[in-house]
């Protein structure tokens, strides 16, 4: 275990360059002087080493239902153990989470190690720990070190994620993370530069998780005005299907004013309608909407058309698979169910 005053990141996750580091984190690839920390704010330069600044200091613990994450196709109808710190290599203005993400100041009343958050985890009963709330991305050294016990456990470990993990790090998750719910916040490059103040990569980064193995289902928060015009849906159902297989669940999720976008009214019903009927036109099977009252949240079989998993809110009210398989047909349904 590391020191528990100063956590180094493993050396494989930044460079020397110079009288600078290269952290290797994400994609921003910050460059850093002695004393300077990322634009995540939680990743310091401290004397030619990174330092993860949030390693066992989690300002967000919760036990959750795994379809809240929201994962759909991933032992429905158990619980996660939840967490999160402060921080993020984003700037959403619309952010859930800011009062948490867009800090950097630690709270390190809260201490808690991964053998700490593993024996929580196994006290509830919860089959996965996910790293959350916050962008897991800038805390990965923490959440690795995490996961890798919880592992030993036979607890599974998921990301709900941005998508703007570096390279390495999406390779080093293979036999680590078992699964990730990404936001593919729009189709537009200068968006996520303008807007996001982050590069547009999470295209890359889907591919790359869907090549090393890790269960992906992918969630767009539709914002009106921003990407809920027809061709930027159209473009994002056609890069799932295209790049990650029809079988890919999409999340469409509905707006509601927070932070600093305030100026803009929820996403209309209709709005997400049409986003469902632009999915399904691509050939996507499983696709769901939710932050709204009657979301269409059920699974249904893409064989013989029944539904398999039935969901109010985020309770399962009927389960008819049997190791995964459609009870009425014997399909296989994608996902990981036990």
Known sequence: MQ???????????????????????????????EGQTGVCGVNKNEGGRLVNLV????????VDPIEKKPLYHFLPGTTALSIGTVGCNMQCSFC???????????????HFMPEDLVNLASKHGSKTIAYTYNEPTI???????????????????VFVTNGIESEEVVRDMKGIIDAANVDFKAYDEKYYRRALK????????????????????????????????DAQLKAIAGFIARELGTETPWHLSAFHPDYKMTDRSSTPIQ???????????????????????????????????????????????????????CNYCQTLIPGIWN
């Open 55 to 62: 390693y066992g200091h989690p300002v967000a613990l919760h």
């Open 139 to 157: 805390f990965y050294p923490y959440a690795r070190d995490t996961a890798l016990i919880a592992r030993q456990h036979g607890i599974k470990n």
């Open 3 to 33: 020191n528990k005053e100063k956590h180094i990141v493993l050396d494989k996750f930044y460079q020397k360059k110079g009288d600078k580091i290269k952290c290797l984190l994400c994609r921003h690839y910050c460059e850093l002087h």
């Open 271 to 325: 709005t997400l309608e049409k986003a469902f009927e632009i999915a399904r036109k691509a050939g996507l099977k499983f696709v769901y909407t939710g932050n709204v009252l009657y979301g269409k949240t059920t699974t249904y079989c893409p064989s013989c058309g029944q539904a398999v998993i039935e969901r109010q809110g985020y309770r399962l009210t009927a389960y008819r698979l049997t190791d995964g398989k």
């Open 96 to 110: 859930q989470n800011w009062q948490i993400s867009q800090t950097s100041i630690v709270d390190k009343s809260y």
């Open 198 to 229: 982050a590069p547009f990569s999470v295209r890359e980064t889907l591919k790359l998780m869907k090549k090393t193995g890790l269960w992906v289902e992918v969630t767009t928060l539709i914002i009106p005005g921003i990407n809920d015009d």
